[in-house]
């Protein structure tokens, strides 16, 4: 048994194990400062996370991003770096006969997304905003080859002539005035979300030219001209999200038509721009028919991707077959003590009893309730799927309203997901993809989208979640009672946290429940459901 030891510091902080190049865990900082997107060091949190037995059993250690392993001055770097740390990494090595690798920042986005799909060949593309490569290179965009157990880079391009990541960071900051960092996370995805309400060609024109490399766009005349109504926001962020497709087609293009791969992988921050991805299988129809981004695209996932390139590129080792996926539960589970403890400590506002699954699907079809539920190992990555969620009846119209009062309190515009039984996604949507990690945004049928009003965006389209058995077990069955008793195989599905990040832990469930007016708490894997006391 060879175990590999990854991590990455700075933001978006992380480790994971590998055993034998299937990861056992992965976890990310955030879960536990409830804070997002700290700064931090992935290596001491692991020796905290994993104590000193699991880490004497490591081989092999690896950082996903070049240039973090060195002290350096300034508070951006401060707890980003312990001596004291790397002296115990380094006696583990010595005393394993092991190794420490370094390596680039994009290498290890294409590592990750390619060695987690189940393609024997694909066309990598990595787009982000920006790290640093093993040879001194700073870069936002990377295209690479991945063929059996190996990837090989094709073209880096220089962070002066494509920052995508960057551009949409500055305008979420700077005209919309949102956040893009610690404490309360990238909101880049609220712009996005508006994009579909507005007239983009009031504005596509001034965001292309400035990603070409030319000024374009005045931030301070564009932040005044917001501020005047909605509409001309939702017009903004149109044109960016149409500048950033145009963009994005004419970079890509060239590379699709010369390797002609059926298989197309996207990593970095900037692939989590679900509506592109969905647009992708348009762009390159006739050329690729397939689509993969990975569960963790932005810089947590830097971690995993160094991991599986020592296992499988250095160390040559064979390429490893996901059943369906590969799964992204990879947090620890907690057991039916834990969760009783954690209730009783507040016994006096708090009651549960013993359901089954059945008993809340009937609590899902009453009074438009809204249920929480929590279960097995955490999902990795920005989307909850099915066990730390929120979730509800996607065929009330009301719904959406009523989430956002409840929980999120969030913009009314902000769309929610449909978790789908992977069989039945052709007889719903417009195109019959994978979207296993939800993140692909795809046009409902037209005469579906009446019936699951609370998960269609305003233009019809939805970020689905396609659940396989094997993928998750238990919500798999659920969706499949929901079905049994409304004929409809989709539930909303939303992240179980209000604007702090997902919950990790029974404690951070039920402080988030009795926090919100959620009806429900439900503990799938013990089969216990919460209210609060009337």
Not at 498 to 514: G, L, S
């Amino acid at each position: 048994m060879i175990k590999i030891l990854g991590f990455q510091s700075g933001h978006d902080v992380s480790y994971c194990v590998l055993e034998n190049g299937v990861p056992i865990i992965h976890e990310e900082l955030e879960r536990f400062t409830r804070e997002k997107e700290p700064l931090g060091d992935g290596l001491k949190m692991a020796f905290e996370m994993l104590g000193s037995k699991d880490m004497n059993e490591m081989k092999y250690f690896t950082l996903g991003n070049w240039g973090m392993f060195q002290p350096k001055n300034g508070k951006y770097y401060k707890n980003c770096y312990h001596q004291d740390t790397v002296d115990k990494m380094n006696t583990i090595i010595d005393k394993n006969n092991g190794e420490f690798f370094e390596l680039g920042h994009h290498q290890s986005h294409a590592a990750n997304g390619f060695f987690s799909s189940n393609f024997d060949e694909a066309l990598i593309v990595t787009m982000d905003g920006g790290g640093t490569e093993d040879n001194g290179t700073q870069t936002t965009f990377t295209v690479w080859v991945g063929k059996d157990n190996k990837i090989t880079n094709i073209e880096v391009f220089p962070m002066n002539k494509i920052n995508i990541g960057n551009v949409w960071d500055d305008v979420t900051r700077h005209i919309f005035g949102l956040s893009i960092g610690h404490p309360y996370g990238s909101q880049v995805g609220t712009v996005m979300g508006m994009a579909c309400l507005g007239d983009s060609e009031k504005f596509y024109r001034q965001f292309y030219r400035y990603f070409k490399g030319g000024t374009g766009v005045n931030f301070r005349k564009l932040k005044k001209h917001i501020r005047h109504n909605e509409q001309n926001a939702f017009d903004v962020a149109a044109g960016l999200q149409a500048g950033t497709e145009k963009f994005t087609r004419e970079i890509m293009t060239p590379f699709v038509e010369k390797y002609k791969l059926k298989k197309l992988c996207l990593s970095g921050g900037v692939a989590l721009n679900s509506v592109m991805v969905g647009k992708m299988y348009e762009w390159f129809d006739g050329i690729v028919d397939e689509i993969y981004v990975d569960p963790i695209p932005y810089d947590g996932g830097l971690s995993l991707g160094s991991a599986r390139y020592i296992w499988h590129h250095v160390l040559d080792n064979p390429r490893i077959e996901w059943k369906d996926n590969s799964s992204s539960y990879l947090g620890r589970t907690y057991d039916e003590k834990n969760i009783k403890d954690e209730l009783n400590k507040r016994i006096d506002k708090l009651q549960y009893k013993v359901v089954n699954d059945d008993d809340v699907v009937d609590l899902l079809l009453k009074d438009d309730n809204v249920i929480s539920v929590f279960g097995g190992g955490s999902e990795s990555g920005r989307r909850a799927l099915g066990n730390r969620s929120i979730l509800a009846d996607p065929r009330s119209p009301k719904m959406k309203d009523i989430i956002n009062k409840k929980v999120k309190h969030r913009q009314w515009f902000r769309p929610f997901a449909p978790s789908v039984l992977r069989e039945d996604v052709s007889d719903w949507f417009e195109r019959d993809v994978d979207s296993p990690y939800m993140t692909t945004v795809i046009q409902f049928k037209e005469d579906k989208m009446d019936k699951v009003p609370a998960v269609v965006h305003h233009d019809g389209s939805a970020r689905l979640q396609t659940v396989t058995e094997n993928d998750n077990k238990w919500y798999y069955n659920f969706i499949k009672k929901f079905k049994e008793k409304t004929n409809v195989p989709i539930i909303l599905n939303t992240s179980f946290n209000d604007r702090e990040p997902i919950v990790e832990t029974p404690e951070n469930a039920i402080n988030c429940f009795m926090g919100t007016d959620i009806d429900y708490l439900y503990f799938y894997d013990c089969n216990i459901l919460v209210e609060i006391k009337k």
